[in-house]
Nanobody, 121 residues
């Protein structure tokens, strides 16, 4: 069984900062890509940023220069440092991981339950 658990969401004023964390636990053989997505009601889930096992990163244009994604491979954790937050960043943020378990060794995508980020104007 694999679990992804996000933490660090909350309410912050515009211009503020938050740091999200994602902890991956379970019988994990290896983790390839890890990513943060976000979703607002009535819209599709969108990619915020992703990071490969070698730590190369990719960002949505809307967050470049404000958000920083990172991961700790030893701890199976991922982070999203969000600075200069804007009201339009308000969403539920989900972590995702492409990983292999010891049981199957096949690559599959797992999702967390999400954490709410609300930026007040």
């Amino acid at each position: 069984q694999v679990q992804l658990v996000e933490s660090g969401g909350g309410l912050v004023p515009a211009g503020g900062s938050l740091r999200l964390s994602c902890t991956v636990s379970g019988s994990i053989f290896s983790i390839n890509l890890m990513a943060w997505y976000r979703q607002v009601p009535g819209k599709q889930r969108e990619l915020v940023a992703d990071v490969f096992s070698g730590r190369s990163t990719n960002y949505a244009d809307s967050v470049k220069g404000r958000f920083t994604i990172s991961r700790d491979n030893a701890k199976n954790m991922m982070y999203l440092q969000m600075n200069s937050l804007k009201p339009e960043d308000t969403a539920v943020y989900y972590c995702a991981a492409d990983l292999r378990t010891y049981a199957t060794k096949s690559l599959s995508t797992w999702w967390g339950q999400g954490t709410q980020v609300t930026v007040s104007s």
